[in-house]
């Protein structure tokens, strides 16, 4: 039985890896800052932040297995952005990040060591107008789990998965089957919008791979494939 925290695990991307933990018979203690916590949990404060590692020690021990899926989305054009925004965004999907895997790493590095898993996104490579500061959000993390994955190894590897559109809850109400999510599944190569499925089961591959670190594995299904000066309308399959 494995020993495992996901950050940001009462819903979407999160819930589907503490799902797919709990089918394997793993120990899974669920971070967040909503209903379906196992611990309470709100990644912009430091102080709960450590009050939570503590309190996942205690009950569990020491992890082997910490997936962050923590994160808030943004739209917004960097002209009319407020500031406040940016510090929310980067406070949330970067600062908050780092917070909970740094709190988990103590732990685990003066321990048997083990595995962090952070989600970040393709739009952490890619420039999406109206979604600059989740973008930078993104690709900020991206670099902490490359900088993590140098200092804290050999004993704990540091890797991120960067999923496409993906149909959680922050999509919000927005019609699935037509408009903007329509084109979207039309130029993903495989189709259609990823799940909270399709990047949990990339989550639980990249933590047993160990030969890997400060790595961060697009699965998105194609859709960073596709090419803004490709010929219009739906990819051939």
């Given amino acids: 039985m494995t020993l495992a925290v996901v950050v940001g695990g009462a819903s979407g991307i999160g819930a589907a890896v503490a ?29 709960q932040v450590d009050a939570a590692a503590a309190a996942t020690v205690e009950r569990i021990g020491v992890p082997e297995r910490v997936t962050v899926t923590a994160g808030i989305g943004h739209a917004g054009t960097l002209l009319d952005a407020p500031a406040a925004d940016w510090d ?9 990040a780092w917070l909970a895997m740094r709190a988990l790493a103590r732990p685990m590095l003066a321990g048997s060591g083990g595995s962090i898993v952070a989600t970040s996104s ?10 600059g500061l989740y973008c930078a959000s993104k690709a900020a993390l991206d670099m902490v789990i490359a900088v993590a994955a140098v200092e804290w190894a050999p004993a704990v590897r540091v890797n991120g998965v960067a999923p496409g559109v993906t149909d959680t809850p922050m999509l919000g109400p927005v019609p ?15 189709g259609r919008l990823g799940t909270p499925e399709d990047v949990a089961a990339v989550v639980l591959a ?11 594995v697009p699965c998105d299904g194609g859709l960073s494939r596709h090419s803004p000066i490709a010929p219009p309308g739906p990819a051939r399959r």
Avoid: Y
Avoid at 20 to 42: E, F, L, N, S, Y
Avoid at 176 to 190: K, M, N, S
């Fill in 19 to 47: 799902a797919a933990h709990r089918a394997r018979g793993d120990d899974v203690i669920v971070w967040d800052r909503g209903d379906g916590a196992d611990v309470r949990c709100d990644v912009t404060d430091p102080a």
């Fill in 122 to 131: 393709v739009s952490a490579r890619l420039a999406d107008a109206t979604m």
């Fill in 206 to 216: 990249v933590h047993e791979l160990d030969w890997v670190t400060g790595q961060v």
């Fill in 176 to 190: 699935r089957d037509r408009g903007w999510l329509r084109g979207v599944a039309d130029r993903t190569a495989l």
């Fill in 88 to 96: 929310r965004v980067v406070g949330t999907n970067a600062k908050g």
